[in-house]
Structures are given as C-alpha cells and as structure tokens.
C-alpha cells in the first residue's frame, strides 16, 4: 500500500500492530527481510509513523523478544503449575517440557530471540526479562538440588546445564533440515521433548 493511501496516525495502537506485523514478517520471509518502512507500507501508515515508537530496526527486535522471552516464562512456570506437584524434580521437569514445547509452536519468535542481531542490540529492558526468567530456572534448579538432583555441582553449572540442553535441542528442531534427521525415526513432537526433558531432569521414582 502506498504512503498516498496511509491510514491516520493511531498512538493508541500503532505499537502493538507494528510489533504484531513485524512478527508476520519474521515467521514469512525471516529477520533479515524486516523493515521499519516495510512494516509502515503493509500497515498502511505513513513510513515515519513506526520511528515514534521504534527509533531502528533494532528497537523493534528487541520489543519482539522481550515479549517473547515473557511468554516463555508463562508458558514455563505454568507448565510448573500444571504439573499439580510439590516436588521439585517434577516441577522442573514439567518446566522443561514447558519451555520446549513453546519453542517448538513459536518456532520464528524463538529463532528470533537468539539471534545474534537482537542479542548485540538489546536494550536494558530486554536484558531484565531475560535476566527475570534465568532467575526463576535457577530458583528451579536450586530446589532440586535440595531434593538430591546433583547436590555437589557447583549452582551456576547444574543451571547452565538444565538450560542448555532444552534450548540446545529446540534451536536444532526448529532447523527443518535437522528437524528431520533428528525424527528419522518418526517419533512425535510431545514424546520427543519428553524423552530430551527426562534426559536433563530424571522424574523421581515411583
């Protein structure tokens, strides 16, 4: 659509249509084709309207992947909740497949929150969330360690392992080409998490 068709300037939702499109773009033609001026054109508005709310491209990247990082702690401390538990391992585990699951189902928004553009960039409120949800996997882990999961290893360790793992499996699943050598064997997407997650987190015995 051309600036001469633009829409009125909406400051009450213009932000949320711009994030919304821009992670349209991302999850269609990747990060590399997204523009402030291409998200102004597929809205309709003129091409300096995004800049009252994003100054760059990097701005924008980085509200994308602060909201993205705030839906993967929903999504993992809920996972949490849901798992109707007290104990700890349970929980973690639960908070794995949680975490993997999510990935897996937002498969664009992920790769984006690991892309090196948004990480070199990154403003201070996306660095809280991130900082925010590593907070709430290493209270996790903690709490198993209580409970008798790798008591001797150094806190910051069993985290950075606990984490890794998941993140490390979902970064290559949502690779297509990997993706399919890593279901060669054609195994479901819930029972593939379960079996990474019980890898990383073994579910106490019965």
Do not use: C
Not at 63 to 71: N, V, Y
Not at 144 to 153: E, K, N, S
Request: charged letters at 20%; glycine letters at 6%.
């Amino acid at each position: 659509m051309s600036s001469t068709t633009a829409k009125p300037y909406h400051h009450g939702n213009l932000r949320a249509e711009i994030v919304q499109r821009a992670v349209e773009v991302i999850d269609s033609e990747g990060i590399e084709a997204l523009t402030l001026r291409g998200v102004a054109r597929d809205l309709g508005v003129s091409h300096g309207a995004p800049n009252r709310h994003f100054r760059n491209k990097q701005a924008l990247l980085s509200e994308i992947a602060a909201e993205g990082w705030t839906e993967v702690k929903r999504a993992t401390l809920h996972a949490a909740i849901e798992s109707g538990s007290d104990d700890p391992r349970i929980r973690l585990n639960a908070m794995g497949r949680g975490y993997m699951r999510w990935a897996l189902n937002h498969r664009p928004l992920f790769r984006t929150l690991f892309h090196p553009d948004v990480m070199r960039f990154a403003t201070s409120e996306l660095r809280r969330v991130m900082s925010d949800f590593a907070d709430s996997v290493q209270e996790a882990v903690a709490a198993t360690q209580v409970a008798g999961r790798h008591p001797d290893v150094p806190l910051p360790l069993l985290t950075l392992y606990t984490n890794s793992v998941p993140t490390g499996a979902a970064l290559l699943l949502v690779d297509p080409i990997l993706e399919s050598e890593m279901r060669a064997d054609g195994v479901d997407q819930e029972t593939l998490i379960e079996h990474v997650i019980n890898l990383v987190v073994p579910l106490p015995a019965s």
